[in-house]
């Protein structure tokens, strides 16, 4: 951690998980952190961040957004990245706002965990070897798309991004673990859940996983406003770009 933390000031991408918990509680003993939670109202990201930086005693500051806000991002990520995937845009979202409202110059987040730990619910009925391979080509996959979609996202906004679990001596130590150790015979991610553990995360080690674009509500805003337009989400975002470009 000490190689991805050197500033004294570090805003963390939270959304009260697994991930953003153990990136929030190493970086907490190495700088001054604010924990950002993103999401419309009433959203179950935004009461998962409360609860769970609760718990930790870390600053958190909620960022709502309205349908505004969601399609404005939409419109402009289309424009940054040339990316027109209505899913990875949907996740991307929260990473947009952050970028654009915190006040620190450095953001963490924990992405890559879930291809590292098999995160994925698709992942438990697959043999190792199928596993194994699986993860791998998801993870460079998110190396290739999304990663570097949210580079230039928060390059924009005049931030830096780092990913804790991409760091190449964690990728090393995870890859020297056999794939069933590392992710559990009986849950996901059932090592970085003992992990949590012994950093201090008592109960939020056990919580459920909820994907970006579902749990900060973005996908329903999307949905909402595609049958609307009497269009499908990818329509929307076509539709989204024929306008912006």
């Known amino acids: 951690m000490r190689q991805v933390v050197d500033e004294d000031q570090i805003g963390v991408l939270f ?3 697994l991930d953003s918990t153990i990136v929030a509680i190493l970086a907490s003993e190495l700088s001054e952190v604010t924990l950002y939670t993103v999401g419309v109202e009433n959203s179950y990201d935004l009461d ?3 609860t769970a930086s609760e718990l930790l005693r870390i600053p958190w500051k909620p960022l709502v957004i309205r349908r505004e806000d969601v399609l404005d991002a939409v419109r ?21 706002v952050v970028s654009k409202y915190a006040k620190e110059h450095l ?35 998110l190396i290739d798309l999304v990663i570097e979609h949210e580079r230039v996202i928060a390059e924009y906004h005049g931030r830096v991004i780092r990913y804790p679990f991409l760091q190449p001596p964690v990728l090393e130590a995870v890859n020297s673990i056999p794939v069933e150790e590392r992710t559990g015979y009986g849950c996901t991610k059932e090592l970085l859940r003992d992990v949590a553990r012994l950093v201090g995360a008592g109960e939020l080690a056990d919580r459920k996983k909820k994907a970006a674009q579902y749990g900060s509500g973005v ?23 024929r306008d912006a470009l």
């Open 219 to 241: 996908m329903r805003v999307l949905k909402a406003e595609a049958k609307k337009r009497g269009t499908s989400v990818r329509g929307l975002v076509a539709e989204i770009a």
């Open 107 to 141: 953001l963490l987040s924990g992405q890559v965990a879930d291809e590292l730990f098999a995160g994925y619910a698709r992942y438990m009925s697959m043999t190792a070897e199928e596993k194994k391979k699986q993860m791998d080509l998801d993870l460079a996959k």
């Open 76 to 96: 402009e990520m289309v424009v940054l990245t040339s990316n027109r995937n209505p899913v990875n845009l949907s996740f991307e979202i929260p990473l947009f």
């Open 48 to 50: 998962a961040g409360r």
């Open 15 to 17: 959304s009260g998980g």
